[in-house]
């Protein structure tokens, strides 16, 4: 390995040391370096030996952090990680992160909290506004409907 790649290979471990990172942000940063094809590659198999890239780790704590903080539904979470090259088994490692009950409870939840800042007097307008709100966060609307009809 020459001394050109030795530096952005420390450069790249330092950038995946700070945050997860995919194959593919890592792959845009070594272009903004001018390290290109194989060297590249190269790169990115030694980070991978090392351990600090790791997809599936990323995926799984891209999904959780997102679905526990911004409270994200599937739908939105599956489109980004895709969006990040993440496809496949990794992409379903990350969808398991999330647990079927805490999924219901965090989506009745943010129905209730956006329940409340809603001022409407037509119950069907808020329903309309509320499923449209939460379809907007990734939620699946077959779902949405369900925890509706059980809060009336």
Known sequence: MTDRLKDAL????SFCAYQE???????ERLD??????DDADEVIAELITL?????ERFAKTFAGGKFRVKQWGKRKIRQHLQQRGITGYNLDQAMTEIGA???REALAALLDKKRRSLRDDNPLVIKQKLARYAMSKGYESDLIW???GEAE
Not at 32 to 37: F, L
Not at 51 to 55: F, G, M, P, T
């Open 51 to 55: 351990n600090y890239l790791n997809e």
């Open 146 to 148: 369900q925890v509706l």
């Open 21 to 27: 990172r995919t194959q593919q942000e890592v792959r």
């Open 10 to 13: 420390r450069k790249a471990a």
């Open 101 to 103: 009950d805490d999924y």
């Open 32 to 37: 903004d370096w001018g390290i290109y094809g």
